[in-house]
Nanobody
Framework: QGQPVESGGGKVQPGGSLKLFCEVSEGIFRSHAIAWYRQRPGEQRERLARITPGSNTKYADSIRGRIIISRDNPKNTVILHIITLKPDDTAIYFC??????????????WGQGTQVTVGS
């Protein structure tokens, strides 16, 4: 069914904000939850947020309050808005799809992700 495609990364100054975009096929978008993950240098990939087709959301405690996940339905895109960026947010950000009604973990193959670098 194709893998999600991430975009929107870049270099940002501390305290700034960024929106990341995850485009998926229409079939996946309508029937699965979409989640954002990140992998910091030397660390394992961690899930940050998840949103279902009904826009129910779930956030990781480690970053709750600084991110908002949302859906752009006409574009089959899930957006991750990160605010008050810190150098510790430097990572490759990935998205993937999960079962809509249970914690299945990622079901698709991983793309290249999008690099976010926070620094002055």
């Amino acid at each position: 069914q194709g893998q999600p495609v991430e975009s929107g990364g870049g270099k940002v100054q501390p305290g700034g904000s960024l929106k990341l975009f995850c485009e998926v096929s229409e079939g996946i978008f309508r029937s699965h939850a979409i989640a954002w993950y990140r992998q910091r240098p030397g660390e394992q990939r961690e899930r940050l947020a998840r949103i279902t087709p009904g826009s129910n959301t779930k956030y990781a405690d480690s970053i709750r309050g600084r991110i908002i996940i949302s859906r752009d339905n006409p574009k089959n895109t899930v957006i991750l808005h990160i605010i008050t960026l810190k150098p510790d947010d430097t990572a490759i950000y990935f998205c993937n799809y999960e079962a809509r009604d249970r914690e299945s973990g990622p079901l698709g193959s991983w793309g290249q992700g999008t690099q976010v670098t926070v620094g002055s």
